[in-house]
């Protein structure tokens, strides 16, 4: 499950696609999601969890390595577990994608207003500050988080966390488009697997 | 109707109709062991709790209905994880109940917990943590419905002690949409135009083969699969979880293909132009090096499991579905091609007017089954050969005897030297290779099938580890058969170490004494036979099989150097099969 990618500028690329898995709001079922991967040796590069509008269902936002295991079988063997109900897989020019990034980062007095102005230029926030460091709270595409990151490390990052992407498919081209699942099917019409 | 959660437990499996729970109980599960006494469900008491789940399995193995088995938590549930693993490789349909502690001690580490849905997790269909008394009919009916459903397999439910004690209102799911299944939808009819391509496929081939595996007993479609293989005229590779699909005593059937198949099988695949896989995976077993397998064919692969499809080897037409269905549906798309059932003229014009003749890929084949026989030979006064005792077994027997194995050279030979001309006879463990799985498989199986003679045949290795079942055989009345074939080794293991490890033996040596297998069935109250020789085969086995009050053991002394041939070395390509000792390095 480790991300054998590093999560270097540009974040994922190609490679990577997102899986967003509609399931069961049920005990245990990121469990069995984890273990599926686990298990199939296929590669989490981030994965994110939250309930969604109907509140028997939540979403599990999964970005995956595609050179590692075809992306066929991590959709097939996905749709076998029981509680997932379904499953959109979204390419990365197909989808709207968001992340939230947190940081503290040295910020001197001598340094600060740098940072501040570098925080500003990216439209993110001050979430905290301390004597010599600044919390600061970013949201956008996963390309920008990934160009902030870059830029405010040369200050000194103390603590980072990001949260992963979440993912909804773009309005113009609605649904995710299948490649030969569910029978094999070849129709290259957009369609769902479930 | 107020019941107690236990009670509407067994009420529940009453209503899917089990005849027979396989179990043990203990603390946790003690609560539904009480409403046992007033119902009409049979329950054997296993000796161990994997004995329960092997049992299980051999139930639905012959009967194609789902087995069920119940244990206490804890180690009782650990000790059923072997058989839940075994029927999740094997897809067989078993349901598994097993007690858990009080809700309320869940995850304090109270006395015998374990969690054993999370332990289960990868190796059950699926499974449920029942955490509400009133859940219990709709999770029931949900387990079997998912168990055997779509890709059968096993389901686990774990039931804790103090939702067995309390009280809920009986009602009974009346119908599918009552479960909440929202994510389960198997996929059971092929898709017409891949179905249509297939036919297509197979009406142009020149050197087709039926790659028919043990998916299609699950789809109960053996009936089907004769239709297609004497309607083309193609011949059909049974593999190991597939003998019996196809009976071994018509000319088109060329037997097992894989590691230990016959020269025929695995040859016929390699230089066919078309494989046919009927529910069948691709497995290592079979394929050897994938890279190097049957590099000329094109594949149509029809897969209940969508996941299957391109897992091992792309296919050129998935077609996912139950086997049977699409057998039928592909049946269809034949006749309307022009080749319709046998007997009838293709129609003028049609594809199968214009069909490539198989008849010199038919003699390619008689002159591969001419030259390369199974052989071995069982000299008179020579040591007893383990295929000598197989053959013995199989001409003395019914020809519908119901055949239970081990795992080792054993059940090479099994399934090699019977003839399989029934469906649901032969009981084994294929994917998994779970050694002891023979004796209370075979358990299992007369208990689905009294009426059916059931042989076990078995390694010395095998025996030694769930022989303790035969105390359940003899009182519950089971009069199994049990053929251990006791070369005094771990065979397969020898065999490796002979050929790939310089001959030097480590750790697999068993002695044929030690135990007393005559002394040991006897003391287990069975029959016990010692047979030393090829004139004693004979009259041991009639013997046996004039017995029908309890079961019968026969301790065979096999020849320790006998080796499994044909093989295809692990990861070698399928093309570099040894015949024969001859062969191979260090032979006999």
Redesign the interface.
């Known amino acids: 499950m480790a991300p054998t990618a590093p999560a270097g500028p540009g974040g994922p690329g190609a490679r990577h696609h997102i899986i967003s898995v509609l399931?069961?709001n049920k005990?245990?079922v990121l469990?069995?999601v984890a273990?599926?991967f686990s298990?199939r040796g296929f590669n989490i590069y981030s994965l994110a969890v939250a309930p969604t509008d109907n509140d028997?269902l939540s979403r599990i936002t999964i970005v995956v390595d595609v050179e590692s295991s075809?992306l066929?079988?991590i959709l097939?063997?996905l749709?076998?577990?029981?509680?997932?109900?379904?499953i959109f897989e979204l390419a990365p020019e197909d989808a709207t994608e968001r992340e939230l990034l947190l940081a503290t980062v040295s910020a001197d007095p001598a340094e600060r207003g740098q940072v501040i102005s570098l925080v500003g230029v990216f439209e993110g926030k001050i979430v905290d500050v301390g004597r010599d460091r600044i919390t600061v709270m970013l949201a956008g595409a996963p390309s920008k988080l990934d160009d902030f990151e870059n830029l405010i490390r040369p200050y000194g990052i103390v603590e980072l966390q990001r949260t992963g992407r979440v993912a909804l498919p773009k309005l113009e081209r609605r649904a995710a488009r299948l490649r030969?699942?569910?029978?094999?099917?070849t129709d290259p019409a957009p369609s769902k697997i479930? | 109707m107020k019941l107690t959660g236990a009670q509407a437990l067994i009420k529940s499996l009453e209503m899917q109709k089990v005849e027979v729970i396989f179990g043990l109980p203990g603390g946790a599960i003690l609560p539904v062991y009480d409403p046992i006494l007033d119902s009409s469900i049979r329950h054997i008491l296993v000796r161990h709790e994997q004995g329960a789940g092997h049992m299980a399995e051999g139930y639905a193995h012959v009967t194609g209905r789902p087995g069920v088995a119940m244990v206490t938590s804890g180690p009782g549930a650990t000790n059923i994880v072997t058989p839940l693993a075994d029927a999740m490789m094997d897809s067989i349909p078993i349901v598994v109940i097993t007690g858990q502690v009080p809700t309320t001690a869940i995850g304090t580490d109270a006395f015998q917990e374990v969690p054993i849905?999370?332990v289960t997790?990868?190796i059950t269909?699926?499974n449920w943590?029942i955490?509400d008394v009133n859940d219990i009919p709709r999770v029931v009916a949900e387990a079997f419905h998912?168990a055997t459903t779509g890709?059968p397999g096993p389901v686990l439910v774990d039931l804790p002690k103090d939702i067995s004690n309390a009280t809920m209102d009986w009602y009974w799911p009346s119908s599918l949409d009552e479960l909440d299944?929202?994510?389960?939808?198997p996929?059971t009819t092929?898709?017409p135009e891949?179905v249509s391509r297939a036919a297509e496929l197979i009406l142009a081939a020149e050197r087709p083969v039926i790659y028919a595996g043990g998916g299609i007993l699950k789809a109960r479609g053996a009936e089907a699969l004769f239709e297609l293989a004497t309607r083309t005229g193609i011949p059909v590779v049974t593999t190991l979880m597939g003998r019996g699909t196809f009976p071994d005593s018509h000319p088109l059937c060329l037997g097992m293909p894989g590691m230990h198949g016959n020269y025929t099988a695995v040859t016929a695949m390699q230089k066919s132009d078309l494989l046919i896989a009927l529910g069948s995976r691709f497995d290592d077993r079979v394929t050897g090096k994938v890279s190097a397998f049957a590099p000329e064919a094109k594949i149509i692969h029809v897969d209940i499991?969508?996941?299957e499809?391109?897992?091992v080897r792309r296919?050129d037409?998935?077609?996912?579905?139950d086997a049977r269905l699409v057998m039928e549906q592909i049946l269809e798309a034949l006749a309307s091609q022009g080749l319709g059932p046998v007997g009838t003229v293709p129609d003028t014009g049609s594809r199968a007017a214009t069909r490539p003749d198989l008849s010199s890929w038919l003699d390619q084949i008689r002159a591969w089954q001419a030259e390369f026989p199974l052989t071995y030979n069982q000299e008179d006064g020579g040591a007893l050969k383990p295929q000598y005792v197989v053959e013995q077994l199989r001409d003395l027997s019914p020809d519908d005897t119901i055949v239970a194995s081990g795992v080792g050279q054993h059940q090479m030979w099994a399934s090699q030297y019977w003839q399989f001309n029934h469906p649901y006879t032969w009981v084994n463990s294929g994917g998994a290779g779970t050694m002891g799985f023979a004796v209370p498989a075979a358990i299992g199986a007369k208990v689905g099938r009294p009426d059916k003679t059931v042989w076990a045949i078995d390694g010395d290795g095998c025996f030694q580890m769930t022989a303790q079942e035969l105390v359940t055989a003899s009182a519950e009345k089971i009069p199994v058969k049990i053929a251990i074939l006791n070369n005094a080794y771990l065979g397969m293991v020898r065999q490796w170490q002979e050929l790939f490890y310089a001959e030097r033996y480590s750790e697999v040596y068993l002695s044929p004494d030690l135990p007393d297998y005559v002394k040991w069935a006897e003391a287990m109250g069975c029959v016990g036979l010692k047979v030393e020789s090829a004139e004693e085969v004979a009259p041991a086995i009639e013997k046996a099989n004039g017995i029908d009050d309890r079961p019968v053991v026969i301790d065979f002394r096999t020849d320790a150097f006998e080796k499994v041939y044909p093989m295809v070395p692990a990861g070698a390509p399928n093309d570099d099969i040894i015949v024969g000792p001859a062969e191979g390095e260090g032979g006999r």
């Open positions: 399931v069961e005990a245990g469990a069995r273990s599926l298990r028997r075809p066929e079988q097939r063997q749709d076998k577990l029981i509680n997932v109900v379904d030969s699942v569910a029978g094999g099917s479930t | 849905t999370g997790l990868d269909k699926h943590l955490t998912v890709r299944l929202p994510g389960y939808k996929q092929g898709d891949e499991d969508p996941a499809l391109g897992k296919p037409v998935p077609i996912a579905g």
